[in-house]
């Protein structure tokens, strides 16, 4: 028994391990998927094939295209998308690169004022931009002016204030990958920094702007929330949904739209992805971060810019919390904290029920989503192409439709899947799955900076594939896994209208309150139930930051990153030197 | 994650498991209430019941009579509910709702008059709501309107972009009121009216309730609701006075029925007798505009907006039945009439 | 015009990366920056190109004052180590982009590139993308974007590092080869010694921030001022004064004054003769290397290693004699 044998016998359980870590990073994601996005949405599908008289066909189909209604609802939408887009991408690019490559302050505030839009229930934006700019608004009171925020403009502004944070988190996810050599090359070359920002910045963060107008665009066509309170007359694809479901009890109909507004997801897609075609690879091993600087030709106005739409999002949370606080707006206004006793049975039970929920459905995602976006790049392409296909498409899938589909799949008596309906852990679920996309997509751009080369490494080292996941991987995407744990922790805390359908007589979340309380008509009460919705989420995202800061190896890359920017370049190319584990280039 | 042990197989069930520990299991003794009544309505009729039904638990699920009849259909296939209990009637006679429910003829009810429950037994409605303006008294105050008594008063040009009302396509309020009008005025005269008042309509709201929320922030000057949300807003302060217009006033009735499916129907059947019970109608004058009820109080609601006692003199009789099966080509009507 | 750098000095918070670096460049000049990794090297040429600061000493190309220009504007060409090229863009407008920016019209930008393509011996390539070409391709495709825009000193930085051994002994002869022709300025750093010899008019040999020695080729060959020198370029056998002073008495006469152990005497491989009838070393290990072979031997205590031509009969273990002929072996400084 020589160490040949030995040798050989390693050589193929390394090649096992290997296997068994690819296989199970896309088998397992991809079992949840089935089970917990395509098969509920599959029933649906079924459900609008049913005629009101229980026969199969496609009626309902024809029913919903030749309704000029829907004629109107679907120029509205796709105007009402494409708008919000195309701000979307322009503000959202605007941030993100102040915020990873400029030297403009308040960094941390600017973030945190960005991420409120996200993790406040969609009645607080609403609300707020109604007490600010309503007909009987802040605005108006204070000015005069007659504003008409209902209709086409109040919904634009309240969609980009909802969707600009999902787009920042991707497009940032593109900015941190950097490398500063490109830089210095058009440097010398004579390029200036505008040059540089168009001819390098730009299609450097190409795949990571299309991923993000294609969220902003499914967002917003399949938006409920908004358009219900601040849309006025200008009516969208989903209001109809709701029309159809909830005002008539047509389900069949109700189905139709849902797979209707799939259309314009799988478009997106084809676009997206099309247009990556031509992107090249990612960083390479020896990239050196871009250092961010102080600029002040180009950071003093971009400051500027950038602050003043975070404190738009800022003003508008503000002025709700202060509602909170007071007795009857706009007529008393006169402070109490009798609002925060909340008279809902149940109280703030359903507050912790959706921490445990928002818990699970971020920690259960990220594991998700990291392998499933970590194996992408080590399946054969034909197949990554459909996995990428399921993967985005739960965006596509308005809330009210998944929930339904949930009800549909789930609340059966003779199998196994039954025994979940009615618990806590299938809305943990839920939640994962409608923000499944728009993880899938911050983690798949946030993938690329992991270098090619370490292929090599994963086959060099058999056996200790954990370690490698752990050193040399995690510390490339340790922001982004961050960033997409709190994003579906935060929408999970907050999100309603697919959850309404998965509540019971016994379990309910707090997003679920604040509609109850809203709609028993105590605004105020609803205002003050948000804020505590607000506030421990924050609280619940500091508590869990300290834990990972205290987690986090020395060697991380943060850290790398901050040595860099003291001008260590020589630091930098000598650490390239110190990676040659096993390159076989010298 | 990536490698699928036992050890980890336990681990994974044994987390599954406690994340479903805040789970629903209904126990005998235990009944669970569909609902679409408000919240401190149940909270309070529930705080009376237990006194009489002191072995019972009864867990309500409160949703709005939208989402609760979407919920209601979608869990079809296995009812999770043992009673539906304050339902709008027009949705509760929708085929797909009317076919999960068990016939049952509750103590009392044969004493209701007969459009006040089913035939079958299938149902019937103890209470029921009325389509009510709120009247912002400041904003009639600062933009010089005078106050509105009926449907008609609305076509007002005077009126013009200060008056909203629910989407009859997305809200059942929104429907009854105008199901009101065209049965009551009449076809032509029906339509005519809506027509007229789509001139003055600044919008169509998505839920009945929010033309109220809207009217006492301020934001318009009449808001077409529901007699309770009218109510609360008075009760809560806000410069509000609740009309109910005096031409035609539309009414749901509340329906409350024994599902088919479920497995404790000795408790609810106890429950939806209470329901009836002369202790209930007394709680019900608290907050109810409609009583059906024989021998009861008059609520203070409608006393108070000026009803009489024998309601059925004012509330003429809606074919509801009819009201449901109406419902497609009258929606496509409504938006052929007030398409802009 | 003439880059000329007076007692230059950089330090990165506290360490000192750079110590009274002086030095000049020449008008056609090809000079190398020779040296190990850590030496300083690459930190002197991104001062140069401007991408780097540094606190003291003073900079100068021609007449004008380096200090005052940004790395932008200085007009120099930088071939980085890892090539660089912007992956979103094809070889030709990789080459071109400086022309690009320098707002050339299309048309002599077309011709330009073409020219340079032509010059690079690539000229089939142009709508290709870098990840599709090979390391010499890229390579080469770097020069010319570097080239295009006629530059007034050309910085090189470890070219050919990330090549194969054949590509890159072709590569530089090329390198060398168009640099003349185009007599540009040439500075490059290499940590390969056997390139430094083979394409540098002029050497700049550095350690730990300092410079060595400045010369020729052949002068740093022959003539190693310091046992680093000796060492680092090409192989020496170095001898301590204590040892000379026992086993080559002889040479003793030449060492320069100074303490015990501030000289070493050191000897080139091929310098050195095997008598293999007499006997006196060792021999420990025999390599053959086709054009040489080279015999380390233990002599007198202290491993001796002997280059020759041809295929020497020895045996190993066999013991030899190891002559010193007169005129070799330098004493370098300690």
Request: net charge neutral; hydrophobic share 45%; glycine share 8%.
């Amino acid at each position: 028994m020589s160490s040949a044998t030995a040798q050989a016998t390693l050589k193929k359980s390394r090649l096992l391990g290997d296997t068994l870590l690819v296989t199970s990073s896309v088998v397992f994601p991809l079992i949840g998927l089935c089970i917990f996005f395509c098969y509920p949405l599959f029933l649906v599908a079924g459900k609008s094939l049913q005629l009101a008289d229980g026969t199969y066909g496609i009626a309902n189909y024809i029913n919903v295209l030749t309704s000029p209604g829907i004629v109107k609802a679907v120029g509205n939408s796709m105007i009402l998308s494409v708008s919000t887009t195309a701000f979307c991408l322009v503000l959202g690019f605007a941030v993100a690169f102040a915020l990873q490559r400029s030297g403009i302050g308040g960094k941390r505030y600017l973030r945190g004022a960005l991420s409120l839009p996200l993790l406040a229930p969609s009645l607080v934006q609403a609300l707020g931009l109604l007490f600010l700019l309503g007909r009987n608004g802040l605005v108006h009171k204070w000015t005069g002016w007659d504003i008409e925020i209902y209709g086409f403009w109040g919904l634009l502004i309240a969609n980009i204030l909802y969707a600009l944070p999902q787009a920042i988190l991707i497009i940032e996810a593109a900015l941190r990958q950097s490398d500063a050599r490109y830089y210095e090359a058009a440097e010398i070359l004579g390029a200036s920094k505008w040059r540089q920002f168009l001819d390098i910045t730009l299609p450097n963060a190409k795949f990571g702007i299309l991923s993000a107008g294609f969220v902003v665009f499914t967002v917003t066509i399949t938006d409920f929330g908004n358009a219900a309170v601040i849309g006025g007359n200008f009516k969208v694809l989903a209001t109809e949904i709701y029309s159809q479901v909830v005002g008539q009890m047509n389900f069949g109909m109700g189905a139709v739209i849902g797979i209707l507004l799939l259309l314009p997801t799988l478009i997106a897609v084809y676009i997206e992805r099309v247009a990556s075609q031509k992107q090249f690879g990612g960083s390479s091993e020896s990239a050196i971060p871009v250092s961010t600087g102080f600029y002040a030709k180009r950071d003093v106005p971009l400051g500027i810019f950038v602050h003043t739409i975070g404190s738009i999002a800022v003003i508008v949370v503000i002025t709700v919390i202060m509602a909170s606080f007071i007795k009857l707006w706009p007529y008393r206004m006169t402070f109490t904290l009798a609002n925060y006793n909340i008279t809902l049975s149940g109280g703030y039970a359903p507050l912790w029920t959706s921490l445990l929920v928002s818990v699970e459905a971020a920690v259960l995602g990220v594991i998700f989503l990291f392998f499933l976006a970590f194996s992408m790049k080590r399946i054969s392409p034909k197949l990554a192409k459909i996995v990428y296909l399921l993967a985005v498409l739960p965006v596509g899938v308005p809330g009210l439709v998944l929930g339904i589909s949930y009800v549909l799949a789930f609340n059966v008596s003779d199998n196994m899947l039954g025994v979940l309906y009615g618990s806590s852990f299938l809305i943990a679920l839920c939640n994962f799955y409608h923000y499944h996309s728009q993880g899938f997509l911050t983690m798949v751009t946030g993938v690329r900076a992991v270098p090619p080369s370490l292929e090599e490494t994963v086959s060099c080292f058999g056996g200790g594939n954990f370690r490698i996941l752990r050193d040399a991987v995690l510390p490339f995407m340790g922001p982004t896994i961050i960033s997409v744990f709190f994003f579906i922790f935060m929408r999970s805390m907050v999100t309603l209208s697919a959850v309404i359908f998965l509540i019971s007589s016994k379990v309910s979340v707090a997003a679920v309150s604040v509609m109850r309380l809203d709609e028993a008509g105590f605004t105020s009460q609803a205002a003050a139930f948000s804020t505590c919705i607000m506030i421990t989420v924050i609280l619940a995202m500091g508590l869990m930051n300290s834990l990972i800061h205290l987690y986090s190896k020395s060697g991380s890359r943060k850290e790398e990153i901050k040595n860099n920017q003291d001008g260590s370049q020589k630091r930098g190319f000598a650490r390239m030197i110190d990676r040659n584990y096993c390159w076989t280039s010298t | 994650m990536k490698s699928f042990s036992i050890k980890n197989v336990r681990i994974f069930a044994t987390g599954a498991l406690l994340g479903l520990a805040v789970c629903s299991q209904v126990q005998a003794g235990e009944i669970t209430v569909y609902s679409a009544l408000e919240e401190d309505e149940i909270a309070d009729y529930l705080a009376v019941a237990k006194k009489s039904l002191p072995d019972i638990e009864i867990n309500v699920l409160r949703l709005s009579t939208g989402d609760l009849g979407a919920r209601i259909i979608a869990e079809s296939a296995n009812p999770q509910a043992d009673v539906i209990w304050g339902f709008a009637v027009t949705n509760m006679a929708d085929k797909k709702i009317i076919s999960q429910l068990e016939p049952y003829k509750a103590a009392n009810s044969e004493s209701l008059p007969a459009q006040y429950r089913a035939e079958d037994g299938s149902w019937f409605a103890a209470t029921g709501y009325m389509g009510a303006f709120c009247v912002n008294t400041e904003v009639l105050k600062s933009k010089n309107l005078p106050m509105p008594q009926s449907w008609a008063d609305l076509t007002n040009p005077v009126y013009k972009g200060e008056v909203v009302m629910p989407n009859p396509a997305s809200s059942g309020t929104g429907y009854l009121q105008i199901a009101a009008i065209i049965q009551g005025a009449g076809e032509e005269a029906g339509w005519k009216l809506i027509d007229d008042m789509d001139g003055n309509m600044a919008q169509y709201t998505s839920s009945g309730s929010k033309p109220c929320k809207m009217a006492r922030a301020g934001e318009y000057a009449i808001g077409a609701s529901l007699s309770f949300v009218a109510m609360k807003s008075v009760e809560m302060g806000y410069p509000i006075s609740m009309v109910i217009p005096s031409d035609w006033a539309g009414y749901e009735l509340e329906a409350s029925g024994l599902v088919a499916g479920s497995k404790n129907k000795e408790d609810a059947k106890k429950f939806l007798d209470w329901t009836l019970s002369q202790e209930a109608a007394e709680v019900y004058a608290k907050y109810k505009a409609i009583i059906t009820i024989p021998g009861s109080k008059p609520s203070e609601m409608a006393t108070a907006a000026g009803l009489p006692e024998n309601l059925s003199e004012v509330l003429y009789p809606v074919d509801f039945a009819k009201s449901a099966m109406e419902r497609p080509e009258i929606l496509k009507k409504w938006s052929a009439t007030t398409a802009k | 015009m003439k880059l000329s750098i007076e007692n230059l000095y950089k330090t990165f918070s506290g360490f000192v990366a750079l110590d009274r670096i002086n030095m000049e460049v020449g008008e056609t000049e090809f000079v190398c920056l020779l040296g190990p990794s850590g030496c300083g090297k690459t930190t002197l040429l991104r001062i140069i190109a401007g991408l780097l600061d540094f606190d003291g000493g003073a900079m100068s190309l021609g007449d004008r004052d380096l200090v005052e220009i940004a790395a932008r504007d200085r007009g120099f060409g930088l071939v980085f180590q890892s090539y660089s090229l912007f992956p979103n863009m094809t070889v030709k407008e990789n080459v071109g982009y400086g022309l690009k920016v320098q707002k050339v019209d299309k048309k002599e930008r077309g011709e330009r590139v073409e020219k340079l393509l032509e010059l690079i011996k690539l000229p089939d390539l142009t709508d290709r993308y870098p990840h599709q070409l090979s390391g010499g391709q890229q390579q080469r495709v770097a020069i010319a974007r570097a080239l295009a825009v006629e530059p007034c000193l050309l910085l090189l930085d470890e070219p050919l590092s990330a090549l194969d051994a054949r590509v890159r002994a072709e590569m530089r002869y090329e390198i060398r080869e168009m640099q003349q022709r185009l007599g540009i300025p040439t500075i490059m750093v290499t940590h390969d010694q056997e390139e430094a010899l083979t394409m540098a008019d002029k050497i700049i040999c550095m350690k730990d921030g300092r410079i060595e020695q400045i010369g020729t080729p052949r002068e740093l060959y022959a003539e190693p001022a310091t046992r680093f020198v000796a060492d680092f370029v090409g192989v020496s056998n170095i001898f301590s004064t204590a040892w000379v002073r026992e086993n080559l008495p002889k040479k003793m006469g030449s060492r320069p004054e100074g303490r015990e152990n501030s000289f070493d005497f050191a000897i080139r491989p091929e310098q050195l003769v095997i008598d293999g009838r007499k006997d006196g070393a060792d021999i420990k290990n025999m390599q053959f290397l086709g054009n040489l072979s080279r015999i380390t031997l233990n002599w007198h205590g202290q491993d001796v290693v002997v280059e020759l031509q041809g295929y020497p009969q020895f045996k190993v273990g066999s013991s030899v004699a190891v002559i010193v002929p007169d005129d070799c072996g330098r004493w370098v400084k300690a």
